[in-house]
Every structure is written in structure tokens, then in C-alpha cells.
């Protein structure tokens, strides 16, 4: 095997988790990243904790697809968007003539997702009416329709996620405890972005390259400085907030190299940043673009042969033989990250 057939599955593998955001290196996002491929494999709710623009949708989208339900649907429901009155139509579909404007059968969110993925986005915005008909559904996966007399059951993960703090809403009493304890069997948190600054010498070069994609096809990179700047600021939006950025630093940048002008004119609150205090911010993780690449192919690796050999049970030449990588080769990997494995 040549060596860039041994590196072939790796790539394979970087470029499914960037089509998912999911990059970064720091520990407490590889942390969070270990229990996305954990709990991929199990079938219990999971509730993923984050502030606005930290990925929750992505990661939920991760755990579907990572998961045995990966060839079934994806539904994702924004629960903010869910009126009271039809918040159980929305969910479980009604009848016809199941009240005034009910011209005709309708199947509802969890039919859809049948065999899948139900993602609640937002789910704290449930009112108690739709809180209840949610906990009901959980306690045995069994619905009727509105208006409808047949019990059905539904094969469908629930995968939720909230920006506020869920505990601290039970006990106000402004959400249901005894649903929280249902959501919360499996948890995730995703940290905020100015808690794993270390990430951005991989974010940055990802998000250019998307700006790039999405306007002129021209690929920039950030000067040193710029990713001084980048780094001495908070990110109250968190990922979010520095893809708009740096979609807006691309398209004014007349050169090849994002810099602190392009940056200052695309973000005001970047222009309140003295210079120095950038450059004074240069972490020691701000590595050059090579160093970048590394680490993010080195994750690649890991993704691979973890993914792998859990799905074999760390049986090494079943997964050589499934995923086509020689025995050897992935033999070393396995050894080269320290994932446990055995030979038959």
C-alpha cells in the first residue's frame, strides 16, 4: 500500500467532520467530541448544552450520523416555533376533523423521523401543555395522533438541545423536572468559544476556506496579527459570530492574507481592540497553517480508528477487512493513539 492510501481513510474521515464544523483540538472540546462518538451508538435521549452559536444542531446532526439511525431521517424542530394551540398536532399529527381548520390528515414530526433522529432545538421553549405531551411520548415511545383513536409506536431518538441552564429551570419551576430527567440520560456540553481560543489556529483556516466556497471560489488565509486580534476578543456569538466575520473580512480583503484592517472593517467591536493587545494575545497554539493541517489530519486518524474498531467490538482484522485499510497499517494507528485492540 502506498503511504497516501494509508492516509486515504483519514481524509475521508477529516472531511466528513468538517462538513460538520465539529473542529478543534483543545481538551474540553475533544472531551465533548469522545462522548458525541459515545453516545452516537446508543438509542436513550441525549440533551446538548451550549450557548447560542457553539454547534448544537451540528453535533446533533454528528450523533445521527454517526449512529446506526444514519440512513433514517433527520428531523430538526425549532420548538420556539411550535404554537400551543397545535404543539401536539406539530408533533404527532391530527386526524381529519380533528378541529376547525383540519381539512385533511396530517402526519406529524415524529412519523417523519420514523427509524431516526428527532432534534428539539431550543427545547426550554416548550410550553407546560407541550412539555407534558412530550413527556408522555417519552415514557414508552407510544403517540396518538390528535383526534385519532389508534395508539402508535414510534422507533425515534430524541435529541434536545437548550442555551440556558435546564437544572436551574426545574427548580424554578419553569420547566418540568420529570421531563428533564427523561431528556438528560445522556448529556453534552459544548464549550463557548473563548474557552477554547486554542482552536482557532484550525477555525480560522476552515471558515475562510467556507467563505471562500460560498462567494469568490479565491482561498485566503489570516496574517499573524489577525489572528492576534482574533484570539484577544470574547465571542459572546461564539462560532457563529466569527464565521459571519470572517465571510465578511474574505469579500473586502484585496489580498491573499486576511489582516487586522480587513478584520476591524468587517467587525466593530474588533475595532475597539488595540493593536497591541492582539499581538500581546498571540497564544503559543497560534501555529503556522502546516502545524494546522497536522493536527487536524492527526484527529482525523483517531476518529478513524476509534470509529472503527468500536463498531468491531477492537477486533483489528475485521476492521482492516471492513474498512479496506491494510491490517498493518491500521494496526500502527491503532497503536500510534493508544486505541485498544486485539487481533482476532
Request: glycine share 8%; charged share 25%; hydrophobic share 45%.
Amino acid at each position: 500500500m502506498r503511504a497516501d492510501e494509508d492516509l486515504a481513510p483519514a481524509a475521508a474521515c477529516a472531511q466528513a467532520a468538517l462538513a460538520h464544523n465539529l473542529i478543534g483540538r483543545s481538551v474540553r472540546f475533544r472531551e465533548a467530541m469522545e462522548l458525541v462518538r459515545l453516545y452516537a451508538a446508543w438509542n436513550a435521549p441525549l440533551l446538548i448544552h451550549g450557548e447560542t452559536g457553539t454547534g448544537k444542531e451540528l453535533v446533533a446532526r454528528a450523533v445521527h450520523y454517526l449512529s446506526p439511525r444514519r440512513h433514517r431521517p433527520f428531523i430538526p424542530v425549532n420548538c420556539a416555533t411550535l404554537p400551543d394551540t397545535l404543539v401536539e398536532s406539530e408533533l404527532f399529527g391530527h386526524a381529519r376533523g380533528a378541529f376547525t381548520d383540519a381539512s385533511q390528515a396530517r402526519t406529524g414530526l415524529v412519523r417523519m423521523a420514523e427509524g431516526g433522529t428527532l432534534f428539539l432545538d431550543e427545547v426550554e421553549a416548550l410550553s407546560p401543555h407541550g412539555q407534558g405531551a412530550l413527556l408522555r411520548f417519552l415514557q414508552d415511545s407510544s403517540y396518538r395522533a390528535l383526534g385519532g383513536n389508534q395508539l402508535l409506536h414510534a422507533d425515534v431518538r430524541i435529541v434536545a438541545a437548550s442555551n440556558v441552564d435546564l437544572r436551574g429551570q426545574a427548580a424554578a419551576r419553569a420547566f418540568r423536572d420529570d421531563l428533564l430527567y427523561r431528556l438528560d440520560a445522556f448529556r453534552v456540553a459544548l464549550p463557548p468559544l473563548r474557552e477554547r481560543l486554542d482552536d482557532l489556529p484550525l477555525l480560522v483556516p476552515h471558515l475562510l476556506a467556507k467563505a471562500a466556497h460560498a462567494t469568490d471560489g479565491r482561498p485566503r488565509g489570516i496574517d499573524a496579527p489577525g489572528l492576534a486580534l482574533l484570539a484577544a476578543y470574547g465571542w459572546p456569538g461564539n462560532v457563529r459570530q466569527l464565521e459571519h466575520v470572517l465571510l465578511k473580512a474574505h469579500v473586502v480583503c484585496p489580498g491573499a492574507e486576511v489582516g487586522v484592517p480587513e478584520l476591524r472593517r468587517s467587525a466593530p467591536e474588533l475595532a475597539t481592540l488595540p493593536a497591541a493587545a492582539g499581538a500581546a494575545a498571540t497564544p503559543p497554539l497560534a501555529q503556522d497553517l502546516r502545524a494546522a493541517k497536522r493536527a487536524a489530519a492527526d484527529q482525523a486518524e483517531r476518529c478513524f480508528v476509534e470509529d472503527w474498531l468500536a463498531r468491531t467490538a477492537g477486533n483489528i482484522s475485521e476492521a482492516a477487512r471492513r474498512s479496506g485499510v491494510e491490517r498493518a497499517a491500521l494496526s500502527r494507528l491503532a497503536k500510534k493513539y493508544g486505541v485498544k485492540s486485539h487481533p482476532q
